[in-house]
């Protein structure tokens, strides 16, 4: 059982700290990447229960969850990488797996992954688009993304519960938050009008707001669904590979910030400082002031 060799782990790892086999860093970055990796392993919705079901099909998807979802760097995702031959080849030490799953991952080349925001057009064409395919479902998750700036994985873990109608918020629990704290962002009146359209706030309050298809439902899905939707749809509307689901963040994060400033668009962003949200921002999408285009000066 997999519960079991994570707790044998987290033993070995305080035995490795108590007797000086690993140095304090070492310590806390093994503790926290088994951590981090136990905790998607029992929110998974396949149920990962045993240590064969460890594959390489489940190591790329837990790879792709630090970097897409959680938003880290390439670097750290090939330090989980790392990390994860290390522990599979424990695991097959002590003969919980025959072959190590993570042998043949490449490691990702340690730069910014190349995303572009959207254009109004293409923003246009989407919407055109799923209305048409009679995917409003999806659309409503575009339309979260685009203006709740939402992570992905956090989108699959959403409530109908944790939506507030009245004061117009969607609360983000802790247990799925990239601090571990819980967080509220403002709900725009034009998504909650989606949602009470396709009634989805009409659903049991414990239901998950996007299930496997996009709807509400008991079966919790994972981010993956958005980005393969997002993929079908760009390749029909033979759009650059480097347009992606959570290029909505990005669109949304430059229109609110150009819109109504750039703490307003940091708050709803849930960032701790305005360096972050400008990372959002390429140069040629940034607003200028007009009153500097009109600026009488003495030179």
């Not at 994985?153 to 938050?177: A, N, S, Y």
Request: net charge positive.
């Amino acid at each position: 059982m997999l519960y079991n060799i994570f707790a044998l782990y987290h033993r070995m790892l305080d035995r490795g700290k108590a007797s000086g086999a690993f140095r304090e860093k070492t310590y806390h970055s093994y503790s926290s990447m088994v951590g981090t990796f136990e905790e998607w392993c029992k929110a998974n919705p396949f149920t990962l229960v045993y240590s064969y079901q460890i594959n390489r099909n489940i190591i790329n998807d837990f790879l792709d969850y630090i970097y897409l979802d959680l938003e880290r760097s390439a670097r750290t995702r090939n330090n989980y990488k790392t990390w994860l031959y290390t522990f599979c080849g424990w695991m097959m030490d002590k003969g919980y797996l025959h072959e190590n799953p993570v042998e043949g991952i490449k490691n990702l080349r340690e730069e910014a992954k190349h995303r572009d925001a959207l254009s109004d057009k293409e923003l246009a064409q989407m919407k055109e688009y799923l209305i048409e395919k009679g995917e409003k479902h999806f659309l409503l998750a575009c339309m979260m993304e685009y203006y709740t700036f939402i992570r992905p994985e956090e989108l699959t873990c959403l409530m109908v519960g944790d939506i507030m109608v009245k004061e117009q918020k969607i609360v983000v629990h802790g247990e799925w938050t990239k601090n571990r704290r819980d967080e509220a962002v403002a709900l725009n009146r034009d998504v909650l009008m989606m949602m009470v359209e396709l009634k989805v706030l009409e659903y049991p309050s414990h239901y998950y707001l996007f299930g496997k298809k996009f709807r509400p439902s008991e079966e919790k899905a994972t981010g993956r669904i958005f980005r393969d939707r997002f993929a079908k749809m760009r390749d029909a509307l033979r759009w650059s590979d480097n347009l992606q689901f959570y290029s909505l963040k990005d669109t949304g994060i430059r229109d609110l910030a150009n819109a109504e400033g750039i703490v307003i668009a940091r708050d709803q962003a849930r960032h701790t400082d305005v360096s972050t949200t400008n990372r959002y921002l390429k140069g040629d999408s940034m607003a200028v002031h007009a009153e500097v285009k009109n600026f009488k000066g003495k030179l």
